[in-house]
């Protein structure tokens, strides 16, 4: 008989309980949306942000980066490992370390032969976050000379394809690295060992073109004729330097096969306390807690998992950077949030003002289904249900239309479509109970208080 009743009201008043509908769809619609957008929005930022640089810094161990340029962490410690053959270089290119011909190496010595082997960078892409790593490019600084003023020259990769052991192959450079840049003619390439890509600044002062050619010499004596393929504004340091292909550096400076530094951009979960215990020093944590760092996207997780497999490295991540990600993705993630309460209390509204109506018109069947011996309880409970089964008639079609509305936000805003999680399936179903058990509490109230001789002697 209950069920009875409630398919007989959901048939007698279709509009009322269609415009239910509509209200709960509308708002489980704009929730969907929006709890899909804020699941998935952590990759989506972190890939817009990693078009403005890299937040990892690979750099040898035993140095630190200081504005581009190397110095000893530990002076005692440098002085130590240069007494030792080969001791920076744990790849077999010991013969690097004890060129000078004496025992006694200042620290400049040691620091200049500091580098990364060339052939090992392809590990980068083999640790356990290795498609967090979206790209990465490495740099030998050297100095070259335009008549008599010293230029720096500074080697890379620009678009780079590499076969890694397991068959993928990767792309990476420092043209995909640095894509915020803008070049005035051709990009540089790396098939063309002499093709190289002037900084705007440096450009300017030596009235450089593309397609200019340029004369210079290397510290041995040699001159070397260089064709300008693009000029480049990077808006930092790299605008007075020349950017060449890799080989071309490590000619000129006698490094075959090393290189300075590693810029990596990877994709990262914003720090938390664990992150931050972790980074300062690992072996404090305990067996789950250090499984669960490792096996989160931390930047502090993905740079010892470098370190681990270029054990010759130091990974020192750019905070600024790193710091920046976390901020952004928490305040968006929380806007949506707020959006979504926001829809969810404008739906309760509507669907208080509904159901009350729904009551205040059907006063008179409900006082007499009272006089006859019917409870508060049951009465409520079948208004509830007649308002649920609109409410999830209603809210099935607005989960469809947020996925449709999640998926046209991503290719808007991200130019990807946005992976709605299966989460939001359940969090769908409560927002519907959600929203119709707040939007009925004030009428129910009301329905409470109704009393059956008042109501059918039309007082």
């Known amino acids: 008989m209950f069920f009875k009743m409630v398919f007989r009201a959901l048939t007698r008043r279709k509009g009322k309980h269609l415009m239910t ?20 929005v952590g990759d989506k930022v972190n890939r817009e942000l990693k078009t403005y640089g ?3 810094s690979v750099i040898p161990r035993g140095s630190s980066v200081a504005g581009e340029k190397y110095e000893f962490a530990d002076e005692a410690d440098a002085e130590g490992a240069a007494g030792e053959e080969g001791a920076i270089d744990r790849s077999g290119h010991a013969g690097h370390a004890g060129h000078s011909g004496h ?8 620091l200049s032969r500091a580098r990364i082997p ?5 590990k980068i892409k083999m640790i356990f976050w290795a498609y967090n790593i979206v790209d990465f490019a490495p740099f030998l600084s050297t100095t070259v000379f335009v008549g008599d003023n010293p230029v720096n020259l500074t080697g890379t990769w620009f678009d ?18 640095k894509s915020w840049w803008e070049i005035r003619g051709e990009a540089g390439d790396d098939s063309l060992p002499l093709g190289v890509m002037a900084g705007e600044t440096l450009a300017r002062e030596l009235s450089l073109e593309p397609g200019s050619s340029l004369e210079v010499s290397t510290p041995a004596g040699e001159k070397i004729n260089l064709t300008v393929r693009g000029i480049f504004r990077s ?37 938390n306390d664990l992150a931050r215990r972790a980074a300062k020093n690992p072996g404090s944590l ?9 096996c989160t996207a931390y930047i502090s997780s993905i740079a010892y998992q470098i370190e681990e497999i270029l054990p010759g490295v130091r990974v020192k991540a750019v905070m600024r950077v790193a710091e920046s990600e976390g901020t952004i993705l928490r305040k968006t993630q929380l806007m949506m949030l707020l959006l979504t ?69 991503g290719l808007t805003v991200f130019g990807t479509a946005v992976e709605v999680k299966t989460v939001v399936i359940p969090l769908a179903a409560l927002m519907v109970i959600f929203v119709t058990f707040l939007g009925s509490l004030p009428a129910l109230r009301a329905l409470l208080k109704l009393k059956p001789t008042e109501v059918l002697h039309g007082r």
């Open 21 to 40: 509908a509509f209200t709960v769809g509308l708002g489980v619609s704009l929730a969907t949306a929006m709890l899909g957008v804020m699941f998935d």
């Open 54 to 56: 890299a937040n990892l």
């Open 103 to 110: 025992s006694g190496h200042s620290v400049q010595d040691f």
């Open 118 to 122: 060339e052939d090992e960078l392809h």
């Open 160 to 177: 780079k394809r590499m076969v890694l052991p397991t068959g993928d192959e990767v792309e990476t450079g420092v043209l995909p690295l």
């Open 235 to 271: 808006g930092g340091e790299e605008d007075n330097e020349l950017l060449s292909p890799m080989k071309l550096a490590q000619d000129i400076s006698g490094l075959g096969g090393l290189v300075d530094r590693v810029e990596v951009s990877a994709l990262t979960t914003p720090e």
């Open 286 to 294: 305990s067996r789950m807690e250090w499984d669960t760092w490792y």
């Open 341 to 409: 309460l926001l829809t969810l209390l404008c739906s309760a509204l509507a669907i208080s003002n509904l159901v009350t109506a729904n009551i205040m018109e059907r006063s008179v069947e409900i006082g007499l289904m009272k006089a006859l011996g019917a409870t508060n309880l049951s009465v409520s409970l079948l208004i509830l249900s007649e308002m649920l089964a609109a409410a999830f008639l209603g809210g099935a079609g607005g989960y469809l239309v947020g996925l449709g509305l999640a998926r046209f936000i």
